[in-house]
């Protein structure tokens, strides 16, 4: 059986693209700290939120030196804290986000950091993003969630820390 030279030319060119497939995938998977989330955040129930200790007074806490644990409730059209005020953290410190919603999945994710997860009801969703210096980060829903999803948006604000005031974003 005689292969021509370009059915020979774009079996190998279709073998280097899966073979570029696989080590992009493997690279995001264990090389680019890509993490997945899990259960680990445990359950709530959706409709007595207001009597979680964390839940229910939605905002930043501080974990440890340069720590902080911040509690978002996404509920139609909005995020506790993050869109009526925006969450507060201090410059250089890590942040780990415990999400959960209150009605329907929705998406939390903070623009231009690793932070993306679904916000499911009673499911809490936790990851950690490290931030740098000040800057101002866009929260944002990734599901669609109703009517007004194009609406459900949010402000997470990196301040210095000696402009960090831990009354604020909720704490």
Known sequence: ??????EKFWLAAALLLIVGFIATVSY???G??????DDDGGTV???ALDEHPKFSDPGVYQSGPNEYDVYVVAQQFAFRPGTAEPIEVPADSTVTFHVTSADVIHGFEVVGTNGNTMAIPGQVATFTVEVGGPKEYGILCNEYCGSAHHAME???????QDEFNGTKGGA
């Open 1 to 6: 059986m005689e292969i021509h030279a370009y």
């Open 28 to 30: 995001g998977a264990v």
């Open 32 to 37: 680019a700290g890509v993490e997945m989330i």
């Open 45 to 47: 129930d959706p409709q």
């Open 154 to 160: 949010g402000t997470m604000n990196v301040v210095p």
